[in-house]
């Protein structure tokens, strides 16, 4: 796969300007913190009780972030694609054991973001503290507590339906398998789930 530094690190910026305008000074330090890498499908970006001292923005693939109960059944908690970042936020944030798993589903390409000096640039940098309050409001405290609220109050049909359009543009790039891992059932019900809705059309 072909890397080209000056496209990934402009969809990187590009992508912190989205929330909130990030200045050259504050640009040219965060750069000197991050890591390209390229991770193969199906190999992990990082494995349950991995120490992982990064977060990660994926510039081209796909990655789902599961975890795996003790009877070996996998749940899906997120799906990430380019331009949106993964890591073990909580492990992180909390100096504890990472609990899940981060694998790709695509062949991709992802920038390591040293996450203790990232720490130490929030500190410094006012522009780079109001990108991570604007990110964390959208994807960790917005989507986070409507995805909670529907898995527990939905039907599994309405959460394929509620599925099938937050992730419409993804969609050609799931396999089955991930999609009932997310909806937290099993295959076979995934499949008379579609079955009934094809019918009715």
Same mark, same amino acid.
């Given at each position: 796969?072909?890397? #080209?530094?000056? *496209?990934? %690190? ?10 909130? &305008? ?7 330090? %965060? ?11 199906? #190999? ?8 992982? *001292? ?16 003790? +009877? ?5 908690? =997120? %799906?990430?694609?380019?331009? /949106? ?12 054991? =990472? ?12 920038? *390591?973001? =040293? ?16 990108? +991570? ?11 986070? *507590? +409507? ?44 499949? /008379?789930?579609? &079955? ?6």
């Amino acid at each position: 796969m072909k890397i #080209d530094e000056n *496209d990934i %690190f402009n969809s990187l910026k590009k992508t912190l300007d989205s929330y909130t &305008k990030i200045s050259e000074t504050t640009w040219n330090d %965060f750069k000197d913190i991050c890591t390209i890498k390229e991770i193969k499908k199906n #190999d992990y970006a990082f494995e349950l009780y991995d120490k992982v *001292d990064a977060i990660s923005f994926v510039y081209k693939g796909l990655f789902r972030t599961f975890a795996t109960n003790e +009877h070996g059944e996998e749940y899906t908690k =997120n %799906f990430f694609w380019e331009t /949106r970042f993964y890591g073990p936020m909580v492990a992180l944030l909390s100096n504890t054991e =990472n609990t899940s798993s981060v694998q790709a589903i695509e062949d991709s390409i992802v920038v *390591d973001i =040293n996450h203790t000096k990232y720490r130490e640039l929030l500190v410094k940098y006012e522009d780079l503290k109001m990108y +991570h309050i604007l990110y964390l409001e959208k994807h960790w405290i917005l989507q986070k *507590d +409507h995805n909670t609220y529907a898995l527990v109050l939905e039907d599994a049909q309405v959460r394929y339906q509620r599925f099938l359009k937050e992730f419409e543009h993804i969609l050609s790039r799931l396999s089955q398998h991930h999609i009932a891992s997310y909806l937290g059932i099993s295959p076979t019900h995934l499949s /008379r789930i579609r &079955k009934s809705l094809k019918s009715k059309k």
